[in-house]
């Protein structure tokens, strides 16, 4: 089975940046799946944020993040990340990476998912 972990959330401001990371191990290479990245609230529905797929340049982005973050993988260290610039405060959630073997930005095609790494941007 493939295994993800991600790190780097934490408390920022409004404004600031964060960078996330999840390693994967296990399952099929990891050069040949797309990777996702979701957020999830209290008491609502895990929401997509950013894919990369396994062919370089395709990148997926939901328009509530698009010009702010940025997705990007190295295949090389199994290792997908997200870049965060010029946080807001509903960016607040629990963020979650995941792994397809098809390219979709719906959580129900992704087969594979991290445990999460909380992000909180408040003043």
């Known amino acids: 089975q493939m295994q993800l972990v991600e790190s780097g959330g934490g408390l920022a401001q409004p404004g600031d940046s964060l960078k996330l990371s999840c390693v994967a191990s296990?399952?099929?290479?990891?050069?040949?799946?797309?990777m996702g990245w979701f957020r999830q609230t209290p008491g609502k529905e895990r929401e997509f944020v950013a894919a990369?797929?396994?062919?370089?340049?395709?990148?997926y982005y939901a328009e509530a993040v698009k010009g702010r973050f940025t997705i990007s993988r190295d295949n090389s260290k199994s290792t997908v990340y997200l870049q965060m610039n010029s946080l807001k405060p509903e960016d607040t959630a629990v963020y979650y990476c995941?792994?397809?073997?098809?390219?979709?930005?719906?959580?129900?095609?992704?087969?594979?998912w991290g445990q999460g790494t909380q992000v909180t941007v408040s003043s």
């Open positions: 995941a792994a397809t073997l098809g390219i979709a930005t719906h959580p129900r095609a992704y087969d594979y």
């Open positions: 990369v797929s396994w062919a370089a340049g395709e990148t």
């Open positions: 296990g399952g099929m290479p990891f050069k040949d799946y797309t």
